[in-house]
């Protein structure tokens, strides 16, 4: 991250960046934007002038589902917001994406030190956007014992923040995982059957 954001102006830049080339049909407002990168609003107001000086980001009308009581029940509404989307007329926009979609922020010898913080983990499988895949069903495959959902969570949405994009993962047990393993289950095959990489492996079987 520090070598690209020397190359695109700061981190900010890196982050708000990938966040609109990986969610190209999204609306996001300054306050989401500020959250899903984990800046400041600040930062995000200054980035965000330059993005629109650049010709990358316009303006656009989007909408939230919010619950509202009336009549002392619970009610879904639509709420209109002004926000900021990707421009696809971008001139360089595929170039872009590809570039940052290859030069990945996140080595792979650090995840497993991430997510250790939540717990014991045992085994971790990337695919999906680690892989250049975003088709995939799922990013990240942890397998451990002990595992605090609240904590994985919160590293998770800091990963996120670097990468831009909202990952799929799924957490397993170790003796859940060996048995999903010998039933071939389809949401571990969807793993292994297609471009992969296992980075940590502390459970003593091979995956095929």
Do not use: C
Request: hydrophobic share 40%; proline share 2%; charged share 30%.
């Amino acid at each position: 991250m520090k070598i690209l954001g020397k190359l695109f102006g700061s981190p900010a830049m890196v982050k708000l960046l990938r966040l609109f080339l990986f969610n190209p049909e999204n609306v996001f407002t300054n306050k989401e934007a500020a959250s899903r990168a984990k800046i400041t609003l600040d930062t995000t107001r200054f980035e965000f002038s330059i993005m629109k000086q650049m010709g990358f980001i316009k303006k656009k009308i989007g909408y939230r589902q919010v619950t509202v009581k009336k009549d002392k029940k619970k009610v879904v509404k639509k709420k209109k917001i002004e926000g900021w989307t990707l421009n696809e007329n971008f001139v360089y926009i595929n170039q872009l994406k590809d570039f940052l979609m290859s030069a990945t922020p996140i080595k792979d010898k650090d995840i497993p030190k991430k997510l250790s913080a939540a717990g014991i983990i045992k085994f971790i499988a990337i695919s999906g956007i680690f892989m250049q895949d975003s088709d995939s069903r799922l990013d990240i495959l942890i397998v451990g014992n002990n595992i605090k959902k609240s904590q994985m969570e919160t590293i998770i949405r800091a990963i996120e923040s670097e990468l831009g994009k909202e990952l799929k993962y799924v957490v397993f047990s170790v003796d859940e995982f060996k048995y999903r393993i010998n039933v071939y289950d389809k949401l571990v095959r969807d793993v292994f059957d297609y471009p992969h990489k296992i980075i940590l492996n502390k459970i003593g079987i091979e995956v095929k």
